[in-house]
């Protein structure tokens, strides 16, 4: 601005004749026309299709299995204890039968299952210090304000982890036990590593590392959360990798859920001994729980789910339907466009001065 | 928001007001000190008196910053925009632990981006003011110090300071003019960047400090002025000079005003009275009101709503959360308990709905003001560049003051347009003349080969270079020495009032008080017939090479009512003729009869030459013998000393010897219009854009100039013309007007309006009725206008033509309805005689009645108050001042530059404006809603759905470019095709493209694409899983995939809205896209969330989510069901119900297809045809409209004859002495010596002391009395010296005079001059309180000519044989107006002394 320089002569202010500065810069103007757009509408009705079809026989051949145990076999007994606080301590556990009766092929997962549980509270999700997670020192003796009120326990101890989040982990436990129909009875062997996240695991969560300290040592002058029973560095004492903040159900919990119902990882089927090599066989099953995490307060459920993989994940039939119905409207929105123009805009008609 | 150019110098007086308008800044303090102030008191050089009253000192100040105050001072203004405290507010609640639902950063941001950009450019604006103030400040003047001229700072002159200025210097204080170089202390100025009139004006400096002469006399000047404090009335001053024990009084005619430019005079000594932010232009600037565009309202407006619209949805995601609260929160409480000021749900929902009015605040984003800025930016700069509104003649290209008003550009629907120098260029040229029945100047062929431009050099060295004539027959015919052609040019040469200057010998300078004399003299002079000078006696030429003095015996000056002007002249044979010039209308009765042939030849012509639009003139000559002269002039004398009915009895004088006249002929002259004039009307016209022309001019020639910029056309059904001079009278010609209108659209309807005829019949007989003037109230109601609707529906080709005194009356308030639909009901309008404001009331008028945008365009200081008051003011550059051009908002120098900055730049910014609002509103919706839907799922907890660096950069990174380039580049036809087809305009008038059912649109489809964008993420990602088994129902991801599926689909959407694909588009569209994944990723990494991990939650989320074929399936299928509407609405709208710029695009397709290889050069093509279209279109065939167009004032014959407007510089004077050594001299000499009775002017006769001119009209003494000043009055005179005269004062003078010399028989109705001589040194000087002459006579024009001058005379020996040979000349003149009935208040009147020459 105002630094116009002048040339001399009488065409001294004379604009440049640029074609940016006239506007004429060279231009692609498309325009819908009937060429362009009903092949376009054929194009994506025929895409749509061929992907929903693909996703639906896809979708068909997983298999999946929902229990809720909230109050479901003897597990009533174990609810009835929890609703009473003075109860926290006691341990309870409860057994769910479930049958399953085509066999789940390939790798199998198990889920526990919230439902009323919501995870997505601004507060809640707020009420976390990842400074503390990722093992800064500063964070796990002095852990953010975001945490309050359960960054310090009513002794004044700093709470680690603190914050609502890791205070509210759930905290069940399940062994899952195949009844086979020969009578053989054995334990299903799950996996409970590598269920989380790649970053998760190795850069967000890291145990705060002291020379030469043990990690209780570390933890030293910290409190566990309130409503847990055991301190963050009794997880798994034997494994270091799986101990403190890097354990994996930590992690997996932290991860909080957009919606408030939601299931999360708990583990993945061992298929290196028989008869588990190829997924779940068909027959009986019984989950043992070891009953602690109260959901009648907040008219919740919870559940174990066992589902099969494709690709996209477990089994949601929404996708492909939705594609199917998509790939529906947009062949009738296009029938009925080619019609149209077929009747009043062809040859542009309309188009004349 | 000025786009700041290189200010040429000399504009800058006046540039610093047009900058200051937005602000009061550091002089409104100043100022206010000095309301306190109700004298001032200024002594001359005496500066410590002076300081104790603590003026303004000369420095201007028009910067608001220095760099201290800069930030707060700037923020502090900044805040006081309601988007920003918007913004703050928001960013204080953002503060607040318990609501902040947001990053404080999420709008300190954007907001502190805002902020810096307008505090770049308002600091970059200040430099420049700092800088042009600097430069005003620190030119220089000559000031007066202790008795010698030193240069001083403009900053450092003080009040009571005594300064010097020169020719052509700006005036740079607010000044009493104390002497000046010239006699009498006149000074000229030109006050074109005061008010920008153009015309020079007369100052006097008070007569007994007119001789204060030279340095020494000043220094010792102790006077002391009291008079009225610092005001913004630019002609008016009221104050009292004190010296010597004396009190003068001063007015404006006294006063040399800041900004002036000092003209024709050597050197003038002022006292500064006020000074910089005192003056009265800077006390005038500061007004200028800030417009606003309808879009801009309508924003607002639309912006208020969505706040509205804001509080709602926070009420109800409030209620949801008390709700939610109550039922789920409080069991939920053992996880979560409530915070601590929290202890119901009722507060939980207070405090979440101020969370969510944080979160939800982007619906109003406030990138959108900035956006929309930067977008007018643009359009402005291409404005600016537009080479084809560059006009390569005066060096100008158009440019865009005013930032903010280019999208109203195109929805104007009336142009209001000045004339002169508008639509035409005010040049006349002489074009073709009639000289004895014979046709010249006619171009034979015009397509043939240029005809070849005549060189007068040869034959004539005195020719004028720049005149321009093709046909040599003429030339021959001078040469071979035809009489009556040599008559026909020796009556051009001889009858008029122009004024020459001859610098060098040859070098002659011509002022003609109206372009058309000068062109009539410049032809005549090109011809051989040179005229050289004039005194008010005599007239020199140089008649085809020998000089040749004639003696003017009168002038026979123009009036509106004679229409014609004539001069009576004795040849030095001695031979007296009278040449007459005139509207044929008057003149050709005015002939002998005997030539009936030739009349009948001549008029032929003249019918062809106003066919073309030619401004007509006609020319005739008599003889007079000396009896007839001697009868005439008596009897005119005693016309002219009657003091009733004077006028008339002059007009009856001057017919009774305009009588029995011989044709001599004719002459045509061109008001040449601008360039591309028609041509821009008519394309304006079929753009349905009505054109009125609003002009001081008259009836004739406007109606002449609407015909020839076809305007009006005589296909038209009907010209009105409304020229009541009454209230009943303006009344019924209206509502005739309407009754032809709506019979004659019946007529061709086939009658199918019952209703109309009822309504017609109706009126028809009321009128009848009220046409007796009795009508009164009765009149008032059957006169009330027919609804405008049914007005509209008239077809029909009419045209009106309001006269200037009838306007008055339609614009009265219960007129104007009335006026309004019967003038919308034309198809062109003409209002001539129109004042300044009138102007602006007219334009008021529509925009009050019409609600329509308007548009006015002028070139002079007279359109400023339309330019003000319409929408849009547009200025034309580069002719008469710089006034409007100032008060413009768009300005270039050709009124043709006006359909392509409408057509294309209005349409263009119009269209863009519109396609960016609705694509900016649907993006921020889309953007924002989805928040709404989670509240649903999150409890109501005012949890977003996205990362908050994500909300933070939507609006200014992901999503601006494309957006803006779509704003600033976006075309959907080219410019060649909407100036071909000037329909295409209509949508904006209409207002279709961006209304309030467009804006409903837009939101549904925002809130359409909101839903889309979070249900089908929420319903597949809730069930999805990773192919590790990790569940995508967590937060993050499907913050993650909603995020990026959003920027998806707006970048789609604005690939579809996007009409032309730059490769700035592109790059913007692809470039968003990536910068999204680019910085999405960066804010994941590793890297950012090792440093701040309680900052960067997000870390690793959009690894791992965009590696997922699910999310993309998901982010596909809400693609898709996104677009696919809008897709498939848009090609039925298209299909179904075409635009018509679809149609001019499909068929550009069609076109282009079939001949690929289409040249590129468009706009070189329509420049060269611009350019080549000639200024004038022939209208052969047509209705008769001979004008007599002289634009002509009268009074100018009298100026002549008292020699006052004379300005004889040495030169001119010594050449004029050495080569007529002839009687005018000696007659002043004689004069001197025996003064006579200025009532006997014969020549040679025995009173000596009056030129023979005084014979003339204008002579002869004033009738009218004026109350004396008084303080002039009581001025007494001492001891007149023998040799001078004191006239007589008027018997109501009331002063105590002295007896006035017996002589002074002219004196006696001298009236109001007060005359009074200086005995001793002092040199003998009239005591003026001189009426401007311009004011009175030269600038109003509607006055009726009632002036007189009345000779007197006045010696000093005392002075005579300083230096220099002396002249003396005596005349008093005085100059009367009066308006209507009422006579002026009679200020001016008095006699001023010859000239005294200093030959340098």
Known sequence: MGKAKVKPGPLGRRPDNSAFKQQRLPAWSPMLTANSVLPFFYVMAVICMVLGVWLLLTVQSTQEIKVDYTDAGTCNVCLEMRKNVSNAAKSCSCTVRFEIQKAFKGDVFFYYGLRNFHQNLRRYMDSRDDGQLVGKKANLKNPSSYCEPFSKDPSGLPVAPCGAVANSMFNDSFSLTYHGSSGLTAAVPLLRRGITWYTDKNIKFHNPKIDNLTLPQVFEGTAKPLYWQRPVYQFEPLDPNNNGFINDDLIVWMREAAFPNFKKLYGILNRTNKPFKNGLPAGNYSVEISYNFPVQYFQGRKGVVLTTLTWFGGQNYFLPIAYLVTSGLILLVAVVLTVVWWKFGKNGNNMQE | ?1400
């Open chain 2, 1 to 1400: 928001m000025t786009v700041l150019k290189e200010i040429p110098e000399k504009w800058f007086p006046i540039i610093l007001p047009q900058q200051r308008k937005k602000h009061k800044g550091l002089d409104g303090g100043k100022s206010k000190k000095n309301r306190a102030e109700e004298e001032r008191r200024v002594r001359a050089n005496d500066r410590e008196y002076n300081e104790k009253f603590q003026y303004a000192s000369n420095c201007i100040m028009t910067s608001k910053y220095n760099v201290i105050t800069f930030l707060p001072v700037n923020l502090f203004e900044q805040f006081q925009e309601v988007a920003n405290t918007y913004f703050l507010f928001l960013l204080i609640l953002q503060l607040i632990p318990q609501i902040s639902s947001l990053s404080w950063f999420t709008t300190i941001v954007p907001l502190a981006l805002v902020l810096s950009i307008t505090a770049v450019k308002d600091a970059t604006d200040d430099y420049f003011r700092h800088k042009s103030d600097n430069q005003v400040n620190n030119r220089q003047s000559q000031v007066l110090i202790r008795g010698s001229l030193q240069h001083e700072k403009w900053m450092n002159v003080r009040v009571g300071d005594i300064i010097k200025l020169e020719n052509n210097q700006f005036v740079s204080a607010d000044l009493l003019l104390l002497s000046s170089s010239e006699p009498h202390g006149l000074c000229y100025i030109e006050t074109a960047e005061l008010d920008g009139e153009t015309n020079m004006k007369v100052r006097q400096s008070v007569s007994v400090t007119c001789e204060l002469g030279d340095p020494n006399n000043l220094a010792s000047f102790d006077g002391e002025v009291v008079c009225e404090p610092p005001n913004n009335k630019l002609d008016r001053f009221c104050g009292t000079l004190h010296w010597r024990g004396r009190r003068y009084g001063l007015t404006n005619q006294n006063m040399l005003l800041r900004g002036c430019v000092l003209r024709n005079t050597e050197a003038c000594y002022g006292l500064v009275i006020f000074a910089g932010p005192d003056t009265k232009l800077m006390q005038n600037s500061g007004r200028t009101k800030f417009k606003r565009t309808s879009i801009d309202r309508l924003m607002n407006t639309l912006v208020l709503w969505i706040f509205g619209f804001l509080v709602c949805m926070g009420v109800i995601l409030a209620v949801g959360n008390a709700v939610w609260e109550g039922e789920v929160g409080s069991l939920f409480q053992s996880y979560l308990p409530w915070e601590p000021p929290v202890d119901n749900f009722l507060f939980s929902a207070f405090l979440s709905f101020w969370s969510y009015v944080i979160i939800l605040n982007t619906v109003v984003p406030i990138s959108l003001y900035v956006s929309v800025e930067v977008i007018r930016l643009g359009h402005s700069y291409f404005i600016n560049w537009d080479q084809q509104m560059f006009c390569a003649q005066c060096n100008t290209a158009a440019e865009a003051r005013t930032t903010t008003l280019n999208e109203e550009l195109g929805q104007v629907e009336y142009i209001f347009s000045d004339k002169t120098g508008t639509l035409t260029q005010n040049i006349m040229t002489f074009n073709k003349c009639s000289i004895n029945g014979k046709t010249y100047g006619e171009v034979t062929e015009p397509l043939g080969p240029q005809p070849k431009r005549l060189d007068f050099t040869p034959f004539n060295p005195l020719a004028d270079p720049s005149f321009c004539f093709y046909d040599d027959a003429l030339l021959e015919s001078v040469k071979v020495g035809e009489s009556l052609t040599h008559e026909f040019f020796r009556l051009l040469s001889l009858c008029h009032t122009v004024m020459s200057e001859e610098k060098s010998e040859g070098e002659l300078l011509y002022k003609a008080q109206s372009p058309d004399e000068g062109a009539l003299v410049t032809a005549a002079r090109s011809f051989g017939f040179v005229f050289r000078s004039r005194t008010p006696g005599t007239i020199t030429t140089t008649e085809m090479g020998r000089p040749v003095t004639y003696t003017l015996l009168a002038i026979l000056d123009f009036n509106n009512i004679r229409k014609r002007m004539s001069v009576i002249v004795r040849n030095p044979e001695g031979r007296i003729r009278l040449y007459c010039k005139g509207a044929d209308t008057v003149l050709l009765e005015r002939l002998q009869p005997c030539n009936q042939e030739l009349i009948n030849i001549t008029s032929d012509h003249l019918n062809e030459y106003a066919a073309d639009g030619l401004r007509t003139l006609a020319l005739a000559y008599r003889d007079l013998s000396e009896d007839q002269w001697e009868a005439w002039s008596e009897s005119h004398r005693c016309a002219d000393k009657a003091t009733d009915c004077r006028e008339d009895r002059l007009a009856a004088a001057y017919e009774h010897i305009e009588q029995d006249m011989m044709l001599l002929g004719a002459t045509a002259i061109e008001d040449k219009l601008q360039e591309g004039v028609p041509e821009t009307i008519a394309v304006l016209s079929l753009a349905n854009i009505k054109i009125w022309v609003l002009t001081g001019d008259k009836q004739e020639t406007a109606v002449n100039i609407g015909y020839s910029c076809k305007m009006l056309t005589d296909d038209m059904t009907e010209v009105f013309i409304i020229s009541g001079h009454t209230v009943q009278s303006v009344r019924q010609e209206l509502r005739r007007a309407r009754e032809r209108m709506i019979a004659v659209s019946r007529g061709r309807d086939g009658g199918k309006e019952g209703w109309g005829e009822a309504r017609c019949a109706d009126n028809g007989c009321k009128g009848g009725q009220g046409g007796d003037a009795g009508g009164g109230e009765k009149q008032l109601q059957c006169s009330a206008p027919p609804p405008s609707s049914f007005m509209d529906s008239i077809s029909g080709e009419f045209a009106l033509v309001v006269n200037g005194h009838s306007l008055a009356h339609a614009l009265e308030a219960d007129m104007e309805a009335e006026f309004v639909s019967t003038a919308c009901a034309c198809k062109a309008v003409i209002c001539c005689r129109v004042t300044p404001l009138q102007k602006a009331q007219v334009v008021e008028l529509i925009k009050k009645h019409r609600n329509a945008v308007t548009l006015a365009i002028g070139d002079g200081a007279n359109d400023v108050s339309m330019i003000k008051s319409a929408h849009i003011g547009v200025g034309i550059s580069g002719q008469e001042g710089i006034q409007a051009v100032l008060a413009s908002d768009y300005s270039f120098a050709q009124f043709r530059f006006l359909q392509r900055l409408l057509l294309v730049h209005g349409r263009w910014s119009y269209l863009r404006m519109c396609r960016f609002l609705c694509y900016f509103f649907y993006k921020n919706f889309a953007f924002t809603m989805v928040h709404f839907w989670f509240g649903f799922f999150c409890g109501f907890s005012a949890q977003t759905v996205y990362d908050q660096y994500f909300i933070t950069l939507y609006n200014i990174v992901f999503t601006s470019l494309p957006v803006l380039a779509m704003g600033i580049f976006d075309q959907d036809v080219p410019d060649r095709r909407s100036l071909e087809y000037p329909k295409l305009y209509e949508p904006g008038q209409l207002n279709l493209l961006f209304n309030k059912r467009q804006f409903f649109i837009c939101i549904a489809q925002g809130i359409y694409t909101s839903v889309v964008l979070f249900f089908v993420p929420c319903i597949i990602l809730s069930d999805a899983t990773q192919s590790t088994g990790v569940p995508l129902a967590d937060y993050q991801t499907f913050a993650v995939a909603t995020a990026t599926a959003l920027v998806i689909v707006v970048s789609v959407q604005i690939a579809l809205d996007t009409g032309f694909w730059t490769v700035f588009n592109h790059v913007f569209v692809w470039g968003s896209l990536g910068s999204y994944f680019t910085i999405m990723f960066a804010l994941h990494s590793q890297s950012l969330f090792g440093i701040f991990p309680n900052q960067f939650h997000f870390v690793g989320s959009a690894q791992s989510t965009l590696l997922q074929p699910v999310v993309w399936l998901t982010i596909a299928l809400a693609t898709a069901i996104c677009v696919v509407p809008v897709l498939a609405v848009r090609f039925l709208k298209l299909d179904l119900k075409p635009q018509l710029s679809d149609t001019v695009r499909h068929t550009q397709l069609v076109r282009q297809k079939k001949r690929k290889p289409a040249g590129c050069g468009v706009g070189g093509a329509w420049r060269g045809t611009g350019s080549a279209s000639e200024g004038r279109l022939g209208a052969r065939g047509g209705s008769r409209r001979s004008g007599y167009a002289f634009a002509h004032q009268e009074g100018f014959g009298e100026l002549i004859t008292s020699g006052k407007n004379m300005r004889l510089s040495s030169l001119a004077l010594a050449t004029f002495a050495s080569r007529h050594s002839s009687s005018w001299i000696d007659t002043l000499r004689r004069k001197k010596q025996g003064p006579g009775p200025p009532s006997a002017p014969e020549e040679g006769g025995p009173a000596p002391s009056v030129p023979p001119l005084s014979n003339s009209s204008s002579v002869l003494g004033g009738s009218q009395d004026a109350p004396l000043e008084e303080e002039a009055a009581r001025n007494t005179q001492p001891d007149p010296a023998p040799s001078q005269i004191a006239p007589a004062p008027a018997s109501d003078s009331g002063g105590a005079a002295p007896a006035g010399s017996a002589q002074e028989a002219g004196a006696g109705p001298l009236g109001a001059a007060t005359a009074r001589c200086h005995g001793g040194d002092a040199p003998g000087g009239w005591m003026l309180t001189l009426g401007s002459v311009q004011v009175s006579c030269l600038y109003m024009e509607p006055c009726d000519r009632s002036s007189a001058l009345t000779p007197a005379s006045s010696s000093l020996p005392q002075e005579e044989g300083r230096r220099g040979p002396h002249r003396r000349g005596h005349r008093v003149g005085r100059t009367l107006c009066r308006h209507g009935n009422h006579p002026a208040k009679l200020k001016a009147g008095g006699s001023y002394q010859a000239d005294t020459t200093h030959t340098k």
